[in-house]
Every structure is written in structure tokens, then in C-alpha cells.
């Protein structure tokens, strides 16, 4: 752990690490991610902090955003989540968690699930927030789902709010 550490750049960090078998894979063999996503709700831009966050100066309806967020957990085909080019053949995803959590200005969506598709967390938040501003209901996610279309789905927020928490093995 300490000589990964002093290799690695000063905005990552292991906190621990084990021997594992030949056959290990890092992606495969994960049973779950955590994924939190932040946004900045509020009117003034940010400074220090703007290229770790999404701001959102409009009013967001956070009850709409959780109730949108629920419609989607569950063991579900989420194509229409999915970022374009890719080589992935199994769309299912057993999405355990959606949650949409205020902090004082930010606002963090959480999301855990095993496995998830490419861009499929900013795609969801991107749909969540077109909620919150009252673009789609929160029962539109339902049909967003039945089109299996990454078109009916609302628009990718942006990267740089986007952090991978922790990643769950056996």
C-alpha cells in the first residue's frame, strides 16, 4: 500500500490492498461500485471547486428528483442509459441504490449498483436533474426505460461532478 501510494498521484489513494489470485480481475470480478455525483444548487458560480462539481443556479424540485431516482432501482435493461460506443452485450444492471441527498449548497446522488454501463450514472443524473427542472415528470422514467433508446433519455451531466467512491469484491 505504501509503495503504490508513492507512485501514484496525490488525488488518489489506496487504503488498502491484499494479495489475490492469478485469475483476479479488477473489473470483472467487482459485486458492486459506489458511485456520488455532485452538484452545486445555488446561485453564485463556484470558484475553487468548479471542476469538481456540476452548478445548477435553477430551482431543482429535489421530492421529483427522488421519486425519479426510485423509479429506476431495481434489476432492469438500462440501454437507454448507455453511452454510445460500446462493445458491452448484456445491458441488465441490478441498480440497488438512487439516492438524492441535499448538503447544505450541493446537492449528491448516489448510486450503487453491479454492473454499470458506460456514461449510465451521468446519463441517469443528467434525466434526474431534466426532473428537477420540470422538463419530464418522475413516472416519465418508466417509459424512459421501456425504450430501451439512449434518445429518450435526458442529456449526460458532465464529468467533472462524477466520483467513484468504493468498489465492493466477494
Not at 449526460?156 to 465492493?168: F, N, Q, S
Request: with cysteine; aromatic share 8%.
Amino acid at each position: 500500500m505504501r509503495a503504490l501510494n508513492a507512485v501514484l498521484p496525490k488525488d488518489i489513494a489506496v487504503r488498502s490492498s491484499a494479495l489475490m489470485d492469478d485469475n483476479f480481475h479488477a473489473q470483472h470480478d467487482a459485486r458492486g461500485k459506489l458511485y456520488t455525483y455532485r452538484i452545486l444548487h445555488r446561485q453564485a458560480r463556484p470558484t475553487i471547486d468548479r471542476a469538481f462539481l456540476w452548478h445548477i443556479y435553477r430551482p431543482l424540485n429535489e421530492a421529483a428528483m427522488q421519486q425519479a431516482a426510485s423509479t429506476l432501482i431495481g434489476s432492469r435493461d438500462f440501454s437507454s442509459f448507455e453511452g454510445s460506443l460500446t462493445d458491452n452485450t448484456n445491458p441488465i444492471c441490478h441498480l440497488q441504490r438512487l439516492a438524492v441527498i441535499r448538503q447544505d449548497d450541493q446537492i449528491h446522488l448516489e448510486a450503487y449498483a453491479d454492473p454499470f454501463l458506460k456514461h449510465m450514472v451521468r446519463a441517469m443524473v443528467g434525466t434526474v436533474v431534466e426532473v428537477g427542472l420540470g422538463k419530464r415528470t418522475p413516472n416519465s422514467l418508466t417509459e424512459v426505460l421501456r425504450a430501451r433508446n439512449r434518445s429518450a433519455a435526458g442529456q449526460t451531466a458532465p464529468p467533472h461532478g462524477l466520483y467513484l467512491m468504493r468498489v465492493d469484491y466477494a
